[in-house]
């Protein structure tokens, strides 16, 4: 990979979760007939919580401290290696797809460590909610990559996604495997209707309430980390349909894959204003759906022989 494709897929990891969250939000707020806040609003919210001493509670050890740290190297991590740009990505190797799933493990494994740390009942709650829907998303991912490796016949992530368009299977595959990165995105980065980031009553927060106790520097990271996580799954969704070969068409496929990226931002945004947070017992059956589908893609994949 050439050093400035490199260097660009950092800029757009990093740059993108602020200008996506602004999207969600704005066009929250144009849906509830409201101005909204600015699109780079979350990025002044990050600045200032970085400028705020942290507090901590009694009962806190150095893990809690080191969770959000964790949690965000992770994430930026994983974002390295998912192809968001395109078909290419600053880190490839051979099944780096799995590499990539367990690095966001281990960053939900520290979430929930940091928030059972304190003691408290509540985060202890969202902990087990995040574990128990982690058991769901995960087969959706690996399922999904094997489908793109039965088409492709590749194993790197970037390759698959860049493979992806030839077979004859891709228009059978392309829009259910859209619809399941973007529960994905819903379930990693807690949107509705799997999560609410905007609710405030315990009995159905997820990640909020795993975070209560964060604050400064700390709850930063993890704001970040959340939104990095959404970008991830859009810039993947992007990938997918982008009719442009980064290696031939940079520019093209650059903009093109931004654009969509927005898009993805305003379809969550637009969820979220018109449906309603789903009920806790509905969620993992929502989590499950996902699953069904991406097995759907890999049965569709190994019976259309990957167009091989």
């Keep these: ?8 897929h950092l800029i757009i990891a990093l740059a993108m979760p ?8 704005r066009t929250k707020s144009l849906w509830a007939g409201r101005k909204g806040p600015g699109l780079m609003q979350s990025g002044w919210d990050l600045w200032r919580l970085m400028h705020k001493d942290p507090v901590y509670s009694t009962v806190a050890t150095p893990l809690f401290r080191a969770g959000p740290w964790v949690v965000l190297a992770s994430t930026v991590l994983a974002a390295m290696i998912a192809p968001i740009a395109g078909g290419v990505a600053v880190l490839q190797f051979g099944h780096d797809f799995i590499f990539f799933a367990y690095t966001l493990g281990l960053a939900r494994l520290f979430i929930m460590l940091s928030a059972m740390d304190v003691g408290s009942s509540f985060e202890g709650m969202g902990a087990a909610r995040e574990a128990s829907f982690t058991a769901y998303v995960e087969p959706a ?3 999904l990559v094997g489908s793109a490796s039965v088409a492709t016949d590749h194993r790197s992530f970037a390759a698959l996604i860049a493979g992806l368009r030839q077979p004859d299977a891709f228009p059978w595959l392309v829009v259910p495997a859209s619809v ?3 529960i994905l995105l819903q379930a990693e980065a807690a949107r509705v209707p799997v999560d609410d980031p905007l609710t405030h009553l ?3 927060m997820v990640h909020e309430v795993m975070i209560l106790d ?3 520097p700390e709850l930063a990271a993890m704001e970040y980390a959340a939104a990095l996580k959404m970008t991830i799954y859009a810039g993947l969704i992007a ?9 031939l068409a940079p520019v093209a496929a650059l903009l093109t894959s931004m654009f969509v990226m927005g898009v993805v931002a305003l379809i969550v945004g637009c969820i979220e204003s018109l449906v309603a947070r789903l009920r806790m017992s509905l969620v993992p059956g929502y989590l499950v759906l996902a699953s069904a589908i991406a097995a759907l893609c890999l049965v569709a994949s190994a019976w259309l022989g990957g167009g091989r």
């Excluded at 602020?18 to 999207?23: C, K, T």
Aim: proline residues 8%.
């Design 239 to 247: 990938a997918l349909v982008n009719p442009f070969d980064p290696r």
């Design 214 to 216: 964060h604050s400064g």
């Design 180 to 182: 399941v990165l973007l």
């Design 1 to 8: 990979m050439k050093p400035l494709t490199g260097l660009t």
């Design 18 to 25: 602020i200008l996506m969250v602004g999207l969600v939000n």
């Design 141 to 143: 991912l690996f399922l």
């Design 202 to 204: 315990e009995l159905t």
